[in-house]
């Protein structure tokens, strides 16, 4: 802090506002290639950057690493002469409601039990297919933020993170399979390590037998980590502030409006217990808050920081973030997707016949902003009356996220967390396009 | 503090930090230890439509220990390089952890070297002003083209400073520059939105980003024209693939594949990519080498300090090399390629490629689309994935092909395929090789990575094209 406050006051010497953020991250990663331990990484990296306005205009300069603490201010200065219009405050001085995200364990938790981890992951996984090449990644670690501004506003905070990912590889002639799952808390006791093993499992149980499908309009069912990979990222780029103030998003006019299944409802929410996006407050010292985007299909609100906020006229929303430590841009806390009333199996009972998407890849290539989506299915399943009856391969879907969620056939009644920032329900979705090789 | 990287701006051999060095590493029970050092300074502009979004600054400057014991690697990376001793005894400890069967990194002899590039016009010494002037016009253009609804404009510099040692007397400091360019048109029309874009980059010289107006306008028509354009019916066609996307399957498809991390601890995999077996026709070379000059993935030393070499893929059809670090070409029992690289001091160096081509035939672009009954011609480029066996790639750009003459403009399409099969199935190749500096590489969590591809219009036969 006592750094941070230098920074400021040379910079308030030059500048009408000024906002220093200071961010570092410890962390250790235990790596397994090919199901022995490989690599343990320990990282540990800081950073400081320098927001002002001057003459009306904002500047901006970021050091990370051991130097460059006196250069930030010149370097301010420098971009502050070609910079955006300084169009709002810094928020000043309030209190910020208390989010659990700090874990104290995190720091009895030794490397030896790390590597045990992932030795018991991998043990599971190989009791069910011998012959699985699994990557498993154990990672704990801590990251502190501090913030301080000339507008009187100044917090910090610390958090610590825990997770748990597998990767794994099954290879036959040259036929390869792929499956992946991963888990991940701000507390180490929350990751279930027999409850991973058990997906990766099934996943491998579903895939043992091949399926083919034809060219035509099927139903799906996105599972959770299928909602992430394919319909998660245009959404996400549709909610930002951004994209609706340059009129690129399909939702810029459909405030108040119904656009998607009623059966929908979308929540951001920062104040997650232990939830790895969650804050106290935002990287620009905004309260974090659980907001609703989706309403019973209905759109209520988009994700804004200061700077969105004061062109649309409104408050920031608290998704001021920043990668790296960089410069601050909306972006999503935590993604909650409300639940349904169907279970997964009702779903599988009811399709004549129809996939199981699990993950696509080249999904996030097409044409985002419009809402559509293309990829090859890397892991999904064929279903026959009811039954799954095995992987598909070769396979590509493409649509339309508004279009496929517009009507939707169920909305599974368990959610799960994907990667520790979408907690999601399986997806039941009627006519998506699916092509296949050699039909 | 900062004193040890001020070192790095003497050229040519420095005692006093490889003094430091040599005394960190002492007598440490390990196979095996490097330090990097790192020093950066990048400049980042952004635009949203006609808003200037960000224009920003940074320094970055750290470095890491990786340390080897008993076939593990114990890493640690730091932003600051007090208790340098400290870092070492923390990195031998994590590698002490696994303890795995030992093995002997390929040699490679022990180097002192300075390698500092020189350029004509080096983008980090161009005024603040130049930059946004210029970039401006290229939006302004954009902006005022009919349809257009917004834009998006990326550029990046950055100046890197290197210093890398390692136990076995190694001490070489590099300096690189890197420059990168993103222009996006949007155009939009009641609820429909499309979108086209020119990826650009350089070793850092300027030039690369100066009289792009003619380019800029294009973008914008282009985006435009999509409004209008159909979708493509999903199904197989015959392809033609432009230089640039051409180079982006040699890279994704190929490229990939031939990196040794992915193939040495798999023995299936290991199979399949036996040297010596036939992949495609024997008009077909793939080639990755960093010993080019001037192309964004050329430099002199890898970061374990490997001298880089042109390493054939795949010379007449036939799998010829691999891309190695000094691990995996001691395991494979091959030759260590220079390939091993890190996007900076925060992570360890993992196998990457550097510029890699698909070489030019001799078939003309009219020759390949002279017996094509119905087919599609592909250009451009979003991206592209892999996964070892399979691939997807998004054009830009797509026409149909009808009784060999170019047809109609398509909306972007999304190509995909089996390696194996798709490169059997390439039965043309041209003999207009471009390379393209756009973009960066991902792996591991490390992108982006400076690359280039290139190669030159190739035909594929029965390719997948995803659709409605």
């Known amino acids: 802090m006592e750094g941070l406050l230098e920074v400021l006051r040379s910079a308030r010497k030059v500048a009408e506002q000024a906002e220093v953020f200071s961010a570092s991250v410890r962390a250790t990663t235990i790596q397994f290639e090919a199901n022995e331990l490989k690599q343990v990484q320990t990282r540990e990296s800081s950073s400081s950057a320098l927001r002002i306005f001057r003459e009306g205009k904002m500047g901006f300069a970021i050091a990370s690493g051991g130097g460059g603490w006196e250069a930030l201010v010149d370097m301010a200065v420098e971009t502050s002469q070609f910079g955006g219009p300084a169009n709002f405050q810094f928020p000043s001085s309030q209190d910020y409601s208390k989010v659990r995200i700090f874990d104290p364990k995190i720091e009895k938790m030794a490397m030896e039990r790390m590597v045990d981890i992932g030795k018991e992951l991998i043990a599971k996984i190989k009791g069910h297919t011998p012959d699985i090449l699994c990557d498993v990644q154990v990672t704990k670690g801590t990251s502190s933020v501090s913030l301080i501004n000339s507008q009187g506003g100044e917090g910090g905070y610390d958090k610590s993170f825990f997770s748990l990912g597998l990767e794994g590889i099954l290879v036959r002639d040259t036929d390869i399979l792929w499956v992946d799952d991963s888990e991940s808390s701000c507390r180490p006791g929350f990751i279930a390590i027999d409850a991973l093993a058990d997906r990766v499992i099934w996943q491998l149980e579903m895939a043992k037998k091949k399926a083919t499908v034809s060219t035509k309009l099927l139903p799906i069912i996105f599972t959770p980590l299928g909602v992430a990979s394919v319909l998660l990222s245009p959404l996400v780029l549709a909610f930002n502030s951004k994209t609706v103030l340059e009129g690129a998003s399909p939702l810029k006019d459909k405030l108040g409006e119904q656009v998607f ?68 841009s909306p972006a999503i ?14 779903m599988v009972k009811d399709m004549k016949e129809g996939l199981i998407v699990e993950e696509v890849i080249g999904a996030e290539q097409g044409n985002l902003l419009g809402g559509d989506f293309s990829g090859n299915v890397l892991l999904g399943y064929k279903v026959e009356n009811g039954e799954i009856v095995g992987r598909v391969k070769d396979t590509m879907i493409a649509g339309n996220v508004y279009q496929v969620l517009k009507e939707l056939l169920g909305i599974g009644q368990e959610a799960r967390w994907v990667g520790g920032i979408l907690q999601t329900p399986p997806l039941y979705c009627s006519r998506v396009s699916v092509t296949t090789k050699g039909s | 503090m900062t004193t040890l990287f001020a070192f790095i701006r003497v050229k040519g051999y420095n005692k006093g930090v490889r003094d430091l060095i040599v005394d960190a590493l002492k007598g440490r029970g390990a196979d095996y230890i490097e330090i990097h050092f790192e020093e950066s300074q990048a400049t980042s502009i952004v635009y949203r439509g006609e808003k200037l979004e960000e224009i920003s600054k940074a320094r970055n400057s750290g470095g890491n220990i990786r340390a080897l014991v008993q076939g593990s690697w114990g890493f640690v990376s730091f932003n600051r390089p007090d208790g340098l001793r400290e870092k070492v005894s923390l990195a031998v400890e994590e590698a002490r952890l696994a303890g795995r069967e030992s093995f002997k990194l390929f040699p490679t002899e022990p180097v002192a070297d300075a390698v500092i590039p020189r350029l004509k016009q080096d983008a980090t010494t161009i005024p603040l002003a130049t930059k946004k002037e210029l970039l401006d016009s290229y939006n302004d253009i954009m902006l005022s083209s009919s349809k257009i609804q917004s834009t998006r404009i990326n550029y990046h510099d950055v100046k890197r400073r290197t210093i890398f040692a390692n136990s076995e007397g190694s001490y070489i400091e590099q300096a690189k520059t890197d420059l990168s360019l993103r222009l996006t048109a949007i155009a939009r029309e009641d609820n429909e939105i499309q979108q086209a874009g020119l990826s650009l980059g350089s070793n850092g010289e300027f030039s690369v980003m100066e009289e792009l107006h003619e380019q800029a306008r294009d973008i914008a028509r282009r985006a435009a024209a999509l409004l209008a354009a ?118 360890p160096p993992i196998v990457r490629m550097s510029n890699t081509f698909i070489e030019p035939g001799n078939a003309s672009f009219e020759e390949m689309l002279g017996d094509i009954e119905e087919g599609v011609y592909v250009k451009d480029w979003y991206g592209g994935t892999t996964t070892l066996e399979m691939f997807t790639f998004s054009a830009g750009e797509a026409y149909m092909i009808r009784r060999g003459r170019l047809a109609e403009l398509l909306r972007p399409v999304v190509l995909t395929g089996n390696v194996f099969t798709t490169l059997q199935n390439i039965d043309a190749i041209g003999n207009d090789l471009e390379m393209n500096q756009g973009g960066g590489c991902g792996k591991g969590g490390q992108y982006p990575l400076p690359v280039s591809d290139g190669s030159p219009h190739i035909r594929i036969r029965h390719c997948v094209i995803g659709g409605r």
Do not use: C
Not at chain 1, 333 to 346: C, R
Not at chain 2, 242 to 249: E, K, N, S, T, Y
Not at chain 2, 279 to 305: C, M, Q, V, W
């Open chain 1, 261 to 328: 299944d009623k059966k929908l409802s979308l929540w951001d929410d920062a104040t997650v217990a232990y939830g790895v996006g969650s804050y106290p407050f935002d990287d620009e010292g905004v309260p974090g808050q659980r907001l609703p985007l989706v309403v019973n299909g209905v759109v209520t609100n988009f994700l804004y920081d200061l700077q969105t906020a004061a062109l649309a006229g409104t408050h920031s929303t608290g998704n001021g973030r920043r990668a790296g430590g960089g410069f601050p």
């Open chain 1, 333 to 346: 806390s935590s993604l909650i997707l409300g639940k349904g009333d169907i279970s997964f199996q009702a």
């Open chain 2, 230 to 347: 159909p979708q493509v019916k999903g199904g197989e066609y015959t392809v033609i693939l432009d230089p640039i996307l051409a180079g982006v399957f040699a890279h994704e498809a190929f490229g990939h594949l031939s990196e040794s991390d992915h193939v040495y601890q798999n023995e299936n995999l290991r199979q399949i990519m036996v040297l010596g077996k036939r992949f495609a026709g024997k008009h077909l070379n793939i080639i990755d080498d960093p010993t080019i000059p001037n192309l964004r993935g050329s430099y002199k030393y890898d970061d374990e300090g490997t001298p880089t070499r042109r390493t054939y893929l795949i010379r007449e059809g036939i799998l010829e090399g691999r891309l190695h670090s000094r691990e995996t070409a001691a395991k494979m029992e091959e030759r260590a390629t220079g390939n091993a690289r890190a996007i900076n001091y925060l992570f």
